[in-house]
């Protein structure tokens, strides 16, 4: 492992203590570096061309930026969406997406390299948890898609493989350097973080009064089937759930997502519908229903378009609002961890 230190993991707090106690530096010279990595991301510190040469080899010797490389880069012909490979520093592989909307860029971001997690319709989870990402590995996705992008990140999601919540420290400095004003400054109300249900993680979180959208894959209406679904509901139940979101909500008055993913003949019926309205009411609640993309190792199969909007127009009745995930990047290998799934698979196989 790198002995250096990841000086990118730093807030600006504790890079100005790094830069004075440890480096013996002045403190604006922090400021300088704090700009040089989170606002002008750069990759290397000989780019730091305000800093001494002196201080930028001080930097060299002690430090290190965690710059990855792009492994791979497809662009969607249909919408501009774009997939990116990383290669991280110990050479493992993880998988961010690019979002082009009308009102921003977003960007999907990984926050542990595979997952433990278990959901059965996922493929980020088929190999289980390689290891937590760290601060600067996540804030590196965003910044090296701007760079890539040449446009401006507006928005975040913390939804691409990994369970953010199971990498509690990490993805809560992440989030607070990505929306510190000495950095990149994206508002908190631009980051969402989707988490499968960690109970006491969102007890947590709520203590922490972000402004974050606090979104939960729920994908059941009752316990036992969503036991079927996702090995977690074995530990927490929805009624626990629920619970932490109210809390959630008490804290920071943030309307919560409920993510919904649609699997034929499993939880797509109108009485399901009728059953997440009545979970959700009285809650301050945004539906997001996601049809399930089919990988290829289950046979989850995804709901007709009759049935999703029946489901759709049955939540509104009840007053639910709801939105249906539209599907992008279809051109480009669409369900969640696929791609990278696929570009390790074929690297074992040509060994
Ligand atoms: N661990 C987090 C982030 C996971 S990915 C969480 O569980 O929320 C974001 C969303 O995509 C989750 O709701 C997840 O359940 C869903 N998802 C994963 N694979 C999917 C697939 N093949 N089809 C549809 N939704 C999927």
Not at 8 to 24: I, N
Not at 110 to 118: A, I, K, L, P, T
Not at 146 to 156: A, H, P, T, Y
Not at 265 to 271: A, L
Request: one cysteine or more; a neutral charge; charged letters at 30%.
């Amino acid at each position: 492992m790198n002995e250096k230190t990841d000086i990118q993991s730093m807030d600006f707090k504790e890079l100005t203590a790094y830069v004075t106690d440890v480096l013996g530096e002045k403190p604006f010279r922090a400021r300088q570096i704090y700009e040089w990595i989170h606002v002008k991301l750069v990759s290397g510190f000989d780019e730091m061309t305000n800093l001494s040469k002196s201080l930028r080899e001080k930097l060299e010797k002690n430090c290190y930026l965690a710059m990855p490389e792009i492994a791979r880069r497809l662009v969607s012909k249909i919408d501009g969406t774009r997939k990116y490979l990383f290669r991280l520093s110990d050479g493992n592989i993880i998988e961010s997406v690019l979002m082009k909307y009308k009102h921003g860029n977003s960007v999907c971001v990984s926050s542990q390299v595979g997952c433990r997690m278990g959901c059965r319709f996922c493929a980020s989870t088929l190999d289980g948890l390689e290891r937590n990402m760290t601060p600067s590995e996540m804030l590196n996705e965003v910044y090296m898609i701007q760079k890539d992008l040449g446009e401006r990140i507006s928005n975040v999601v913390i939804m691409g493989s990994g369970e953010p919540l199971d990498n509690y420290d990490n993805v809560l400095r992440f989030i607070k350097m990505l929306s510190d004003e000495n950095g990149l400054n994206i508002s908190q109300r631009n980051i969402t973080l989707s988490t499968c249900g960690i109970v006491p993680r969102i007890y947590d979180l709520a203590k922490e009064e972000l402004q974050i959208t606090l979104a939960i894959s729920l994908h059941a209406v009752n316990d036992q089937r969503r036991r079927e679904l996702m090995p977690v509901a074995n530990t927490w139940s929805i009624d626990e759930i629920l619970k932490a979101c109210r809390e959630y909500y008490g804290h920071n008055n943030r309307r919560l997502t409920f993510e919904y993913s649609l699997v034929k003949g499993v939880n797509d019926s109108s009485e399901d519908a009728a059953a997440l309205a009545r979970l959700l009411h009285g809650l301050n609640a945004h539906v997001n229903l996601i049809p399930v993309n089919p990988i290829k190792e289950r046979d989850f199969r995804q709901s007709d378009n009759s049935a999703v909007m029946n489901f759709k127009n049955k939540l509104e009745k009840y007053g639910e609002n709801v939105t249906i995930r539209r599907e992008m990047g279809r051109d480009i290998q669409a369900a969640c961890g696929q791609l990278r799934k696929n570009y390790i698979d074929a690297l074992e196989s040509e060994e």
